[in-house]
């Protein structure tokens, strides 16, 4: 993996008065899937548009591969993928002749663009709607063929904001399951939401803004045992949980949090390693442990995390 694929050093952007992007610094690797998370006026949309040189930052740089992209922001354009949160299409053009006309628009060639076009309606499911108006689309399939126009011209980036907006559980999973097939071939996506629970199942790597900072940004894993290093815990026990819960109370990193028939919740610091110690602590000590799982923490419940603790610092 490249780490620096994308880097953003010290990116900054006015509007007059308001900062709404301020001095950020941040590295995406080739590869990842990145969300770009936050509530609504956090920054995210800003950040995208000058990632897509729609915005000119009014300090700073974006390094694309190691060349800033307002250097040459139109070579960099035809490399970029790029989906606002709001968009339109011709209404009396199809499926198909809205993804040729874009081909041609990045300049593809009369073959290559009819075989891309063939190629993109498989990608994002609309065969079957290959010969239909766009202004018959529902909303998901406007959504996936707003997906397909950016990726038309195979970009080594694809910037989307909030492009789940407003679909239904369904038209979110499948737009979301088009991404990862689009991240397989080697693209590498920045995906911005204000909903922070949608984008845990689909990216390795998050940055959380507020106010248009950071507040944490990285692999998810990373930033969890950072800010919150104890690991929630279910045992599911074949003997009397009365003899776990004696090992537990005794137990330096762990606390527990709920007993409920054979299963017991508790909080845990520490690695595999110290899990796995525990395990064998319960077992020489007579427990029966049919099952040990891990509750994986949301965007949603790291994010309260975080701000808590900004605002604890703050007020400190």
Same mark, same amino acid.
């Given at each position: 993996? !490249?780490? /620096? *694929?994308?880097?953003?050093?010290?990116?900054?952007?006015?509007?007059?008065?308001?900062?709404?992007?301020?001095?950020?610094?941040?590295?995406?690797?080739?590869?990842?899937?990145?969300?770009?998370?936050?509530?609504?006026?956090?920054?995210?949309?800003?950040?995208?548009?000058? %990632?897509?040189?729609? %915005?000119?930052?009014?300090?700073? @740089?974006?390094? *694309? @591969?190691?060349?800033?992209?307002?250097?040459?922001?139109?070579?960099?354009?035809?490399?970029?993928?790029?989906?606002?949160?709001?968009?339109?299409?011709?209404?009396?053009?199809?499926?198909?002749?809205?993804?040729?006309?874009?081909?041609?628009? =990045?300049?593809?060639?009369?073959?290559?663009?009819?075989?891309?076009?063939?190629?993109? #309606?498989?990608?994002?499911?609309? /065969?079957?709607?290959?010969?239909?108006?766009?202004?018959?689309?529902?909303?998901?399939? &406007?959504?996936?063929?707003?997906?397909? $126009?950016?990726?038309?011209?195979?970009?080594?980036?694809?910037?989307?904001?909030?492009?789940?907006?407003?679909?239904?559980? %369904?038209?979110?999973?499948?737009? *979301?399951?088009?991404? $990862?097939?689009?991240?397989?071939?080697?693209?590498?996506?920045?995906?911005?939401? =204000?909903?922070?629970?949608?984008?845990?199942? &689909?990216?390795?790597?998050?940055?959380?803004? =507020?106010?248009?900072?950071? #507040?944490?940004?990285?692999?998810?894993?990373?930033? &969890? @045992?950072?800010?919150?290093?104890? @690991? $929630?815990?279910?045992?599911?026990?074949?003997?009397?949980?009365?003899?776990?819960?004696?090992?537990?109370?005794?137990?330096?990193?762990?606390?527990?949090?709920?007993?409920?028939?054979?299963?017991?919740?508790?909080?845990?610091?520490?690695? !595999?390693?110290?899990?796995? $110690?525990?395990?064998?602590?319960?077992?020489?000590?007579?427990?029966?442990?049919?099952?040990? /799982? /891990?509750?994986?923490?949301?965007?949603?419940?790291?994010?309260?995390?975080?701000?808590?603790?900004?605002?604890?610092?703050?007020?400190?």
């Amino acid at each position: 993996m !490249d780490t /620096e *694929f994308l880097s953003l050093v010290t990116l900054r952007k006015e509007y007059y008065e308001v900062v709404a992007v301020n001095d950020v610094d941040l590295g995406i690797r080739e590869g990842d899937i990145f969300g770009l998370v936050g509530p609504n006026g956090a920054g995210k949309t800003t950040l995208l548009r000058m %990632l897509a040189t729609a %915005l000119e930052p009014t300090a700073g @740089r974006a390094v *694309f @591969r190691g060349k800033d992209i307002w250097d040459d922001p139109v070579s960099y354009r035809g490399v970029i993928g790029f989906m606002p949160d709001f968009f339109q299409l011709y209404d009396y053009l199809t499926t198909r002749e809205t993804l040729l006309y874009f081909g041609l628009a =990045h300049g593809l060639d009369r073959k290559t663009r009819t075989g891309r076009a063939d190629e993109m #309606l498989k990608v994002i499911g609309l /065969e079957e709607k290959a010969h239909s108006l766009a202004k018959g689309l529902s909303r998901g399939m &406007v959504q996936r063929l707003g997906l397909g $126009r950016a990726l038309i011209h195979r970009p080594k980036l694809l910037l989307l904001d909030e492009p789940a907006s407003g679909l239904d559980p %369904l038209a979110r999973k499948q737009l *979301f399951d088009v991404l $990862r097939e689009v991240n397989a071939q080697g693209t590498t996506i920045i995906i911005s939401s =204000h909903i922070l629970g949608e984008l845990s199942d &689909v990216c390795n790597s998050v940055g959380i803004m =507020h106010y248009g900072r950071f #507040l944490a940004a990285g692999e998810m894993s990373e930033i &969890v @045992r950072k800010i919150m290093p104890k @690991r $929630r815990i279910s045992l599911l026990l074949t003997t009397d949980p009365q003899a776990a819960r004696t090992v537990l109370q005794s137990w330096p990193t762990a606390s527990v949090e709920q007993v409920e028939g054979p299963r017991v919740r508790l909080l845990l610091e520490g690695t !595999d390693a110290e899990l796995a $110690r525990l395990n064998a602590a319960l077992v020489a000590a007579g427990v029966g442990v049919a099952l040990i /799982e /891990e509750t994986r923490t949301g965007l949603e419940e790291l994010y309260l995390a975080i701000t808590e603790r900004q605002g604890h610092a703050a007020a400190s």
